[in-house]
């Protein structure tokens, strides 16, 4: 279901109706409504998705699929109970959250998130196609010792806490924090390494 835009025309009565009322008429199966509900929450809805997953086409179908699960799901909302807004926006939280971590544990935040660490943002440091910033990241990797490296992959491949870590490798939190830091320190000075005898050779 592709959810029309706002410019399409609806039944004044319906177009003004209230929140609760628009979801009385999703439960007996109206398109119309749902739309309705679209036009009003979706950018609120986006807003929070864009927040969560960092990237607006990952954000877009998270928008798709809160209100695809809102159809679905519309026979199971209770006016008495609470909100059709608040019910929509846990919707969107918990979708948004869910399709963070599938895309966490696909490695999609990876270049990043070591950027951002690294503090080369504004440098782009992987601005190369996934195969190429794949043996790049492999040639930064080399630069640690095999516990840093460790620690590191847990952290940004794997998606862990610092405490999550230290639990997994029976390690303390403090000691995972001391090493990922030298890891970044180590991995920043490989990366404007790299950069600048790219710049020497251009």
Same mark, same amino acid.
């Given at each position: 279901m592709i959810f029309a835009q706002p410019s399409q025309l609806f039944d004044e009565d319906l177009q003004k109706a209230a929140d609760e009322?628009?979801?009385?008429?999703?439960? @007996?199966?109206?398109?119309? @409504?749902?739309?309705?509900?679209?036009? =009003?929450?979706? =950018?609120?809805?986006?807003?929070? +998705?864009? =927040?969560?997953?960092?990237?607006?086409?990952? %954000?877009?179908?998270?928008?798709?699929?809160?209100?695809?699960?809102?159809?679905? %799901?519309?026979v199971n909302f209770d006016r008495t109970k609470g909100m059709v807004r608040v019910w929509l926006l846990q919707y969107a939280y918990h979708r948004a959250l869910h399709r963070k971590r599938h895309l966490t544990a696909n490695?999609?935040?990876?270049?990043?998130?070591?950027?951002? +660490?690294?503090?080369l943002g504004a440098a782009r440091a992987f601005s190369g196609e996934a195969r190429e910033n794949e043996r790049l990241v492999d040639q930064l990797l080399r630069?640690?010792?095999?516990?840093? =490296? +460790?620690?590191?992959?847990?952290?940004?491949?794997?998606?862990?806490? +610092?405490?999550?870590? @230290?639990?997994?490798?029976?390690?303390?939190?403090?000691?995972?924090?001391?090493?990922l830091n030298r890891s970044l320190v180590t991995l920043r000075g490989a990366m404007l390494g790299i950069q600048a005898r790219k710049k020497e050779g251009s």
């Open positions: 009322d628009l979801i009385e008429h999703v439960q @007996a199966g109206s398109e119309d @409504a749902l739309t309705i509900l679209f036009e =009003r929450y979706h =950018r609120l809805v986006f807003h929070i +998705a864009i =927040r969560i997953v960092r990237d607006p086409g990952e %954000a877009e179908d998270v928008v798709q699929t809160v209100f695809l699960s809102i159809f679905r %799901a519309a490695h999609f935040y990876r270049w990043e998130d070591l950027e951002s +660490a690294m503090g630069q640690l010792k095999p516990r840093q =490296r +460790a620690f590191l992959e847990l952290t940004y491949y794997e998606g862990l806490t +610092a405490m999550e870590i @230290a639990s997994r490798l029976d390690e303390s939190v403090h000691v995972v924090r001391h090493e």
